[in-house]
């Protein structure tokens, strides 16, 4: 199952996962962001290079000390996401790590020791424009809810309520046209009442979100086709969202199965950071992004891939102080 298909919580991970944070068992990431692609599992190191730091009333988060000098230093939007998240590679995959703090998924709302595909990415985002983890805390909120966070309020469908709803705040802004040019195509998805039941009786359905909040309507994704990407790669902002689209299936929640953050490499070259739940790998990487392309086209061999949707990350700094008023 892609990280960003709709799918229900296992049951108790949410408070196996509260265990493991209040047993100190918090990864420490290196003083040093690491070199390569596939950073190692060894790469995390002592908690002397880590900075545990209260982001919320009782809520503290260990740190890297990079991640928290790029968020002072680093230009605010992609360049700070790449900057702050280079100290994120190598952090262990984890399905669904973030919830409400408490309720029907109580996983916490922020943390930096354990990621899938898609909290990568809005946590990227949040930290674009913040300037502590109290502001990125708050950052993410807003990113992942459509007001006072609950199960019933987070964005769950990435095309019809993650990507509006993101757009409308500014928290991203569409770049696959621009980047793409003539290269680009609308990808749409119908949401019914029947095309639900289809996702309910194949189990793929949020479990306890009622039926009406379910979104129903048309919505409509640009993106560029596998085979244009490489030519138009260049163009693709620093720091900017990629999300991987594929064949639109009745049976599925969404056509969005991962995400990823398209960073430059040394050589001017587009890598892509993602967090991957790939077999023997299970954790935040940074590769090529003609590998990460590869990997895509083999992840569902019945499931087709049909595009990368790019999103840049602007300075939002406004709203994140507006937030924090």
């Known amino acids: 199952m892609g990280c960003l298909e709709l799918a229900?919580?296992?049951?108790?991970?949410?408070?196996?996962?509260?265990?493991?944070l209040a047993h100190g068992c918090v990864p420490e990431l290196l003083n040093r962001p690491p070199r390569l692609a596939y950073a190692p599992?060894?790469?995390?190191?002592?908690?002397a290079l880590a900075v545990l730091l209260l982001v919320a009333p009782g809520d503290r988060v260990a740190a890297p000390r990079g991640l928290l000098d790029a968020l002072a230093t680093?230009?605010?939007?992609?360049?700070?996401?790449?900057?702050?998240?280079?100290?994120?590679?190598g952090a262990p995959y984890l399905r669904d790590p973030l919830g409400e703090g408490s309720g029907p998924d109580p996983d916490p709302r922020f943390r930096l020791d354990a990621f899938d595909c898609q909290t990568f990415v809005e946590t990227a985002?949040?930290?674009?424009?913040?300037?502590?983890?109290?502001?990125?805390?708050?950052a993410l909120d807003d990113i992942r809810y459509e007001g006072a966070p609950s199960l019933a309020a987070r964005h769950h469908e990435m095309q019809a309520q993650w990507i509006p709803a993101n757009l409308a705040r500014r928290w991203i802004v569409e770049a696959t046209r621009e980047v793409a040019g003539e290269r680009a195509v609308p990808l749409s998805r119908t949401f019914t009442s029947a095309n639900w039941a289809e996702v309910h009786r194949a189990g793929r359905a949020v479990s306890g979100l009622p039926r009406h909040l379910e979104p129903l309507g048309k919505f409509e994704t640009w993106a560029v086709l596998?085979?244009?990407?490489?030519?138009?790669?260049?163009?693709?902002?620093?720091?900017?969202?990629?999300?991987?689209?594929?064949?639109?299936?009745?049976?599925?929640?969404?056509?969005?199965?991962?995400?990823?953050?398209?960073?430059?490499?040394?050589?001017?070259?587009?890598?892509?950071?993602?967090?991957?739940?790939?077999?023997?790998?299970?954790?935040?990487?940074?590769?090529?992004?003609?590998?990460?392309?590869?990997?895509?086209?083999?992840?569902?061999s019945t499931w087709p891939l049909s595009g990368f949707a790019i999103y840049a990350i602007p300075d939002s700094s406004p709203r994140v102080e507006a937030l924090s008023r």
């Open 8 to 20: 229900s919580k296992r049951s108790g991970r949410g408070r196996a996962s509260r265990e493991r």
């Open 41 to 47: 599992r060894g790469v995390y190191a002592t908690s």
């Open 74 to 89: 680093a230009p605010a939007g992609g360049a700070r996401a790449a900057a702050a998240t280079r100290w994120l590679v």
């Open 125 to 138: 985002i949040a930290l674009g424009s913040s300037r502590t983890l109290a502001e990125a805390a708050r």
């Open 226 to 300: 596998p085979g244009d990407l490489g030519a138009v790669a260049p163009r693709i902002p620093e720091g900017a969202l990629m999300l991987v689209l594929r064949e639109d299936r009745v049976e599925r929640p969404t056509r969005v199965s991962h995400a990823g953050l398209v960073v430059t490499g040394p050589e001017g070259e587009r890598r892509v950071r993602h967090a991957t739940s790939t077999r023997g790998v299970e954790r935040v990487i940074e590769e090529p992004l003609s590998h990460f392309v590869a990997r895509e086209a083999r992840a569902y």
